[in-house]
Structures are given as C-alpha cells and as structure tokens.
C-alpha cells in the first residue's frame, strides 16, 4: 500500500510559507510517497510565477497542478512547457496553449499518472472535461491515476466522480476554496471529494481580504483584490492505494492549523 497527499489551492505567499512549514513534518508524520498541490493562485496577486512553483517545490511538492488562473502571469508560460512536473487543465484547445495536462512520476516500482481537467460549468467553455478524459485514459499505462478536476458546480464534480469510478484511483475537485464533507471511495475503487480546500489565511474570504470582497457584494464595482493577513490553515486529503491495482482504500480528510 502507498499513500498520496492532496493539498487544495495555495493561496499567496501566505499560503505558500505556511505550506513550507508543515508540509514536511506531514509527509513524515503519514508516512507519505506522494504530494500533489494545486498552485493556480500561490503567487501573489493571483495564478502562478516560477517563484512561486518553485516554493511548492522546494516546500515538498512531487507535481503541481493549476486551474482557470494558470496563464494570468505570463512569466510561468516557458516553464510550463519545460516542466515535467507542473501542469495545466488538459482540456485547454490544443496548439494553442502552453504546457500540458498530464504528467507521470516514476516512483522506482510503480507510477503514478497526475490528470488536470477543468469544469465548465459557470467556468470558461473549455473541451468537455468528460470526452477529454475518456481520449487521456486510452494513453496510461499505469493503473495509479489521480485527477484533480478545477470546476466550479458541486453537481459537475459529483458527475465526474461517478463517471471515473473504478477507471482512476482519485478524483479531487479544486477552486472553491472550501473543503467539503463528503470523502469517500466510490465504487470500492475511486477516493473522491467534491473539493479539497485551501491552504492559506483562514479568516477571509477564500484567502482574499474580507472588507474588499463585502464591497464588491454590496456595491458591484471593480476592485483590487489582496491577500488577507492572519493565521493559516492547509487544507488537502490523504489517500491510500493499492499501487499493484490502482484502487484507493481510503480517503482522509485533514486541516492543519
């Protein structure tokens, strides 16, 4: 058995100084082989730079993966499309879009195959999530398959869910920023939360400072967005796997103060 680690969106610097202060301890504490983080907002001001990929990196992240933001700073394009490690939604047109949407980590005596896809529910009308996963898992060899799906409508990530049940080992929604209660193996086979969480200031509205977002419900005008300041919390689940089948036996949820 082999266990993986989740982390929900890092938020900021906040989230990623936080993430570099507990994510080893975790992953000695649980005894972890692998570590997924979601990076689409870690760098400040939103998405992603290479600073900030390369402080999940050097904080313990084994792949990265990203979300609607992840071509709002136009410094990370290159890296995408050098990077083994950090990847996009795959469901992005091709030809057109930097990086890719999957990538596969040797781990010595098995592999594990990372998948992005994007919702487009409320979200950009991408390539159906669901016929671009069906053409990905034509080319995996491994039965080790995680996906994390980036969307915004909770029914959207339950139907993809149900749909991999028994074809990949994780489905872990991402964006919402706010972790769910409803972890479980699917199908004895798929460990599924509709989202993982966030990691950053918890006392603000999905890391962004309060105030500006009240006034922007209240007023409807454009605003600037910042970053809250206060105490942090990681957000992600823990998933254990059978790396011989690629079926999870369990899902833990868990938040770090």
Known sequence: MKKLLFIGDVVGQAGCDFLHTKLRSIKQN?????TIVNGENSAQGNGITPNSADML???????????????????????????DCIIRPANYPEGGAYGKGICTVDMGSYSVAVVNLMGTAYMEPLDN???????ILKDISTPNIFVDFHAEATS?????????T?????????????????EAVLGGHTAYITDAGMTGVENS????????IIDKFRFHMPAK????????????VIVEFDEKSGKAVSIERIIIR
């Open 129 to 135: 999530p669901f016929s671009k996963i069906d053409d």
């Open 166 to 182: 028994g074809k990949v080992t994780g489905v872990f929604g991402t964006h919402t920023h706010v972790q769910t209660a409803d």
């Open 30 to 34: 649980y005894k972890i082989d692998i």
């Open 205 to 212: 509205c999905l890391g962004v400072e309060s105030g500006i």
């Open 156 to 164: 959207e990530k339950k139907a993809m869910g149900h749909y991999l």
């Open 57 to 83: 990196i050097n904080a313990g992240a084994d792949v990265i993966t990203t979300g609607n933001h992840v071509f709002r700073r136009k410094e990370i394009y290159p890296v995408l499309d050098t990077s």
């Open 225 to 236: 967005f910042a970053e809250s300041e206060g105490s942090c919390s990681l957000n992600g």
